[in-house]
Antibody
Framework: EVQLVESGGGLVQRGGSLRLSCSAS????????MHWVRQAPGKGLEYVSV???????YYADSVKGRFTISRDNSKNTLYLQMSSLRPEDTAVYYC?????????????WGQGTLVTVSS | QSALTQPASVSGSPGQSITISCTGT?????????VSWYQHHPGKAPKLMIY???NRPAGVSNRFSGSKSGNTASLTISGLQAEDEADYFC??????????FGTGTKVTVL
């Protein structure tokens, strides 16, 4: 069974940093692109970042230059290093996978980890 | 990439049918048959309900169905039940080989 467990969220002041982790199991982690998606309070989902199996990365404009996505295939873990945090980064952060080479949907989802940035 | 447009809220009585729209552009919804829908009860993990426009994953009730016309995809819930009250999001693959989400719709069962 595929499982994704996010951790590392918490309360941080504006301008601070935080590193999120996503522990993955139930699939061959190294062969999958891994994605971060977030949901701000009362808002819709926002696609944040992706790292491919070979390390290529993409960032939404809203986080470019401040967030860094990385992966440790030896630990089956995905990371999101967040710096220069802003109140608008307050959200629940989810790590998700597209479950197959021909798939174009996200499944499953974890419970997410809440990041709160105070002003 | 601009978010896909969904109505903020849709409501219906038990047993009724409701439809949620998801409008994008030819660069996403209209260009690919890769629209998916997610049900999200607050505090829980989002759940995949529909993939590739109209396919249901195993275990999802056949009361949920999806369709697409042009740049607009739709999710229909028939025989509305109290447990269907949740937030629903659409998502589409895009011509940048990335993904975009909808603005979200709160479904209320009256």
């Amino acid at each position: 069974e595929v499982q994704l467990v996010e951790s590392g969220g918490g309360l941080v002041q504006r301008g601070g940093s935080l590193r999120l982790s996503c522990s993955a199991s139930g699939f061959t982690f190294s062969t999958y692109a891994m994605h971060w998606v977030r949901q701000a309070p009362g808002k819709g989902l926002e696609y944040v970042s992706v790292i491919s199996s070979n390390g290529d990365t993409y960032y939404a404009d809203s986080v470019k230059g401040r967030f860094t996505i990385s992966r440790d295939n030896s630990k089956n873990t995905l990371y999101l290093q967040m710096s220069s945090l802003r109140p608008e980064d307050t959200a629940v952060y989810y790590c998700v996978i597209v479950p197959g080479i021909a798939a174009r949907w996200f499944d499953p989802w974890g419970q997410g980890t809440l990041v709160t940035v105070s002003s | 990439q601009s978010a896909l447009t969904q109505p903020a809220s849709v409501s219906g009585s038990p047993g009724q049918s409701i439809t949620i729209s998801c409008t994008g552009t030819s660069s996403d919804v209209g260009g690919y048959n890769h629209v998916s829908w997610y049900q999200h009860h607050p505090g829980k993990a989002p759940k995949l309900m529909i993939y590739d426009v109209s396919n249901r994953p195993a275990g999802v009730s056949n009361r949920f169905s999806g369709s697409k016309s042009g740049n607009t995809a739709s999710l229909t819930i028939s025989g509305l039940q109290a447990e269907d009250e949740a937030d629903y999001f659409c998502s589409s693959y895009t011509d940048r080989r990335l993904y975009v989400f909808g603005t979200g719709t709160k479904v209320t069962v009256l």
